[in-house]
């Protein structure tokens, strides 16, 4: 789910962005493409909730996956791309357990204004876009790992390291 979603909000960003910047890439209006720049960031955020809590089991058992399948078979992109998406999401859950908590250390204080809430969401989805942008473009490796898994003569399907299959009540997420 992610994916598609991921692709459809940088498609639109990407004819958005070609219509309204010059030849050089300048914006014609900052303001406007400030905020369809921040729409972006937010959606994306939003769209990458759907596989947060599942992501570090996905990649666990792509990386079991990828130990199984015969060589031949491997892409020699595969361990790098699942490097990137593990620097990726180690990245993603730092910025959100950072605005957690200066959301609970705000609770002492005065009520922030409405304007200033939204200003630090914004914040942080622009500072973990390149980390999304990451998971939107090269997450299609955990699909690609598991399609050729599917076809390996062990089957190795859904092989989850101990570590990584702690018992988690949360919600699993779709990637594609």
Do not use: C
Request: hydrophobic share 45%.
């Amino acid at each position: 789910m992610f994916l598609v979603e991921s692709e459809a909000i940088l498609a639109t960003w990407d004819a958005y962005s070609d219509k309204h910047t010059d030849a050089d890439g300048w914006p014609y209006d900052e303001v406007s493409y400030g905020w369809r720049m921040v729409q972006r960031d937010s959606e994306t955020w939003r769209a990458f909730q759907s596989i947060r809590y599942s992501a570090r089991e996905l990649l666990a058992t792509a990386a079991v996956q990828l130990q199984h399948i015969n060589s031949g078979d491997v892409a020699p992109r595969w361990a790098w791309q699942l490097a990137e998406l593990t620097r990726a999401l180690e990245n993603l859950e730092e910025l959100r357990s950072g605005h957690a908590k200066v959301r609970e250390a705000r609770r002492s204080l005065p009520p922030v204004s409405q304007e200033e809430f939204v200003d630090s969401l914004a914040e942080r989805n622009e500072e973990a876009w390149d980390y999304l942008d990451t998971w939107a473009t090269q997450g299609r490796a955990l699909l690609d790992i598991h399609a050729v898994a599917l076809k390996a003569p062990t089957r190795v399907l859904s092989a989850v390291p101990a570590s990584a299959a702690a018992p988690v009540q949360r919600p699993l997420g779709r990637l594609g």
